[in-house]
């Protein structure tokens, strides 16, 4: 979580997600999902769909998570049936990071949509960057990229712009 100038942001992974869904939140003007672990039990996009490529998936989650309800935990699909409603994000704007080799990618893909649905027209402006040729984090691994520099750029005016 930051501060610029009195505006609130918060930026992460699935935390931030979740800290946005807090209803005593202060309103925050913004929240930066960069490159969330987002999953659940069902395919969206081009996820892979056989029982192997979907362990894969969650496999990480279940380790990290042991008492886990599943890949429709709403900590790791916060479009589960279960999960409160996205209508309730406690911000004004919504940036969601992704990457091409990424794939995570469609269910990052997938919150974009489901957010502006939730919030319906004109309610919350939901920007998607999709990093071409890169994978998941890739910009831990190579800080000093091209592509890493485009990213920040973009999260600074998004910031910028609220």
Not at 33 to 49: D, K, T
Request: hydrophobic fraction near 40%; aromatic fraction near 8%.
């Amino acid at each position: 979580m930051f501060s610029t100038s009195g505006r609130v942001f918060v930026a992460g992974g699935n935390a931030c997600h979740h800290v946005a869904m807090q209803p005593d939140v202060a309103r925050l003007k913004g929240a930066m999902l960069i490159h969330p672990w987002f999953w659940g039990s069902e395919a969206v996009g081009e996820e892979p769909r056989d029982p192997a490529g979907r362990a894969h998936g969650s496999g990480l989650w279940m380790f990290v998570c042991p008492g886990t309800s599943g890949a429709d935990d709403p900590r790791m699909n916060p479009m589960a049936p279960d999960a409160p409603g996205l209508e309730t994000l406690a911000c004004d704007r919504v940036m969601v990071c992704t990457a091409e080799g990424d794939f995570l990618r469609w269910r990052g893909r997938a919150y974009s949509e489901a957010v502006t649905a939730a919030r319906g027209a004109g309610g919350l402006e939901v920007e998607l960057l999709e990093t071409e040729g890169e994978g998941h984090v890739f910009y831990l691994f190579k800080p000093n990229c091209d592509k890493t520099k485009e990213m920040l750029d973009r999260i600074v005016a998004f910031v910028n712009a609220a």
